[in-house]
């Protein structure tokens, strides 16, 4: 289960991964960190979440940028590349579901408003840390780093989960 857990293709063809999780890693850690440290992204941040109607928002507006902050800065170093996007992913959603979704005019058709859905960013960035979930880091990840060290010491050729030759 660990194998897995860090295993990701790290061939050139999955180089794209390296950018996803660069982008949604920076981009979370930014906003995390801005939302934790300055006061006016505090502000906008608790009322926010006062709107949305979840629950405890001022422990929840830190919580949020704490995990925004701290999953953004693993996702970038492909560290726990998997958890780190379903916790971003989770976040994402939430945002979605309690605010942007609501962005969207109403009265519209269904093809409208599946396409003012996808105008709305957090579908991007579910749909992209949904990609490194089931991907994972990709290639310059530390979770690779770690897949080699624990699984193939020697750097001998080994067979991979699905038959694969891995050199």
Same mark, same amino acid.
Not at 66 to 84: D, H, M, N, P
Not at 136 to 159: E, F, K, M, N, V
């Given at each position: 289960?660990?194998?897995?857990?860090? &295993?990701?293709?790290?061939?050139?063809?999955?180089?794209?991964?390296?950018?996803? *999780?660069?982008?949604?890693?920076?981009?979370?850690?930014?906003?995390?960190?801005?939302?934790?440290?300055?006061?006016?992204?505090?502000?906008?941040?608790?009322?926010?979440?006062?709107?949305?109607?979840?629950?405890?928002?001022?422990?929840?507006?830190?919580?949020?940028?704490?995990?925004?902050?701290?999953?953004?800065?693993?996702?970038?170093?492909?560290?726990?590349?998997?958890?780190?996007?379903?916790?971003?992913?989770?976040?994402?959603?939430?945002?979605?579901?309690?605010?942007?979704?609501?962005?969207?005019?109403?009265?519209?058709?269904?093809?409208? %408003? &599946?396409? %003012?859905?996808? #105008?709305?960013?957090?579908?991007? &960035?579910?749909?992209?840390?949904?990609?490194?979930?089931?991907?994972?880091?990709?290639?310059?990840?530390?979770?690779? %780093?770690? &897949?080699?060290?624990? #699984? *193939?010491?020697?750097?001998?050729?080994?067979?991979?989960?699905?038959?694969?030759?891995?050199?």
């Amino acid at each position: 289960m660990l194998k897995t857990f860090f &295993y990701s293709p790290a061939n050139k063809f999955f180089l794209p991964l390296v950018f996803f *999780r660069l982008a949604l890693g920076l981009f979370f850690f930014a906003s995390g960190f801005n939302k934790l440290f300055i006061v006016e992204n505090q502000q906008l941040m608790l009322q926010t979440i006062t709107e949305a109607g979840i629950p405890f928002p001022a422990v929840m507006a830190v919580f949020v940028a704490f995990c925004e902050t701290l999953f953004g800065l693993l996702l970038a170093s492909g560290l726990l590349t998997r958890l780190s996007a379903l916790v971003l992913m989770i976040i994402s959603t939430v945002a979605l579901l309690t605010v942007g979704i609501y962005q969207i005019p109403s009265g519209i058709n269904a093809m409208t %408003w &599946y396409s %003012w859905l996808y #105008y709305l960013p957090e579908s991007s &960035y579910i749909l992209i840390a949904l990609n490194l979930m089931i991907q994972g880091s990709g290639p310059y990840g530390l979770d690779q %780093w770690i &897949y080699r060290r624990l #699984y *193939r010491p020697d750097s001998r050729p080994a067979l991979l989960p699905g038959g694969d030759l891995h050199t």
